[in-house]
């Protein structure tokens, strides 16, 4: 029954960024129509990614289409690098979750499908972070671990009594307000989170993950069109008129994804940090949401707030295996 429905399936090679422009739109109404799908697997995110670091690379995404109705049904966004000839993910390095997208009945057939064709291929190929989920992940190895909080249950009745503490601790030095970012205030903000960031490491003696140029550039472009799609969640909490704390996020079928934070290094006492993720818990909730992911790392603070691992995977295939 596999091999008579992938006979109905054609798959494409997109090299040109022409290609995977004019894809756009088919790509947007297959990644609405996966319900595991992340704001990592958006053509914001990973076309934004392109256009930030896609010179000296070559592009490879894969696109299976039903031949009866040309309908896009799966695709695999990846790159070729010609220097190492690795066969990677769009957005590897600085996405979390990366997987394939595929409509939930052909996700074994597309993963069977795009693993065939990649074994053709005369490369490495190297896929990471796949969630546990993934069809991709059977095979693969063990990478890292993603805590998670199922929002359904309540956070640790000491760390509520800190919350409250440190929201009155805070107020004795000025009033406190909490911000989403919207149109009109985006570009505030996101200079905010470049700057909050940007000063705790400088504190640290390091530069950060948003001190480059380019991943600067990357961020603002992917955020600002998540923005537009309802996905970004960009929080800042103002101590009277200044920006003190940023949270940086997405909220998509009901996961939130802290993706990173900042806050200013002079009130680190306050944990600033603390209620701005407080605040984005308690609005995850008012949205509705089931989970708010941590996403890649197992730092201490994280399971501090209740959260319990998930499971990220790595698959590596070469030439003919």
């Not at 798959?11 to 739109?25: D, Q, Y």
């Not at 070559?58 to 000839?85: C, K």
Request: net charge neutral; glycine share 6%; with cysteine.
């Amino acid at each position: 029954m596999l091999l008579e429905q992938q006979r109905l399936l054609s798959i494409e090679e997109i090299t040109s960024v022409s290609s995977a422009e004019e894809l756009r739109r088919d790509w947007s109404e297959l990644w609405e129509r996966c319900p595991r799908a992340t704001a990592f697997q958006t053509p914001e995110w990973q076309l934004a990614w392109w256009s930030a670091f896609g010179p000296e690379k070559e592009l490879r995404i894969f696109a299976l289409r039903e031949n009866a109705t040309s309908r896009l049904i799966g695709l695999l966004p990846a790159y070729f690098t010609t220097r190492d000839r690795m066969l990677m993910f769009i957005g590897a390095g600085v996405s979390d979750e990366l997987d394939i997208l595929a409509e939930e009945q052909f996700r074994d057939i597309a993963a069977g499908v795009f693993l065939r064709e990649l074994r053709t291929q005369p490369n490495v190929c190297e896929f990471v972070p796949l969630p546990e989920s993934s069809p991709l992940a059977r095979d693969a190895s063990f990478f890292d671990v993603a805590p998670a909080l199922n929002l359904a249950d309540p956070l640790p009745a000491s760390l509520r009594q800190n919350i409250r503490y440190y929201r009155r601790r805070a107020q004795k030095l000025g009033p406190l307000a909490f911000e989403r970012a919207q149109e009109g205030n985006f570009d505030e903000l996101f200079r905010a989170l470049l700057h909050l960031h940007r000063l705790r490491w400088q504190e640290r003696e390091q530069r950060g993950v948003l001190h480059d140029r380019d991943v600067q550039h990357f961020h603002f472009h992917a955020a600002r069109a998540l923005l537009r799609r309802g996905i970004l969640r960009l929080y800042a909490l103002r101590l009277g008129v200044n920006i003190v704390a940023s949270f940086y996020g997405f909220l998509h079928a009901g996961r939130m994804m802290y993706y990173i934070g900042g806050f200013h290094p002079e009130f680190e006492q306050l944990s600033l940090g603390t209620l701005l993720i407080a605040h984005a818990i308690d609005e995850a909730k008012r949205e509705q949401a089931r989970e708010f992911t941590f996403l890649r790392g197992a730092e201490r603070y994280k399971y501090l707030w209740g959260a319990s691992d998930r499971r990220l995977f790595s698959l590596r295939l070469t030439h003919g295996a």
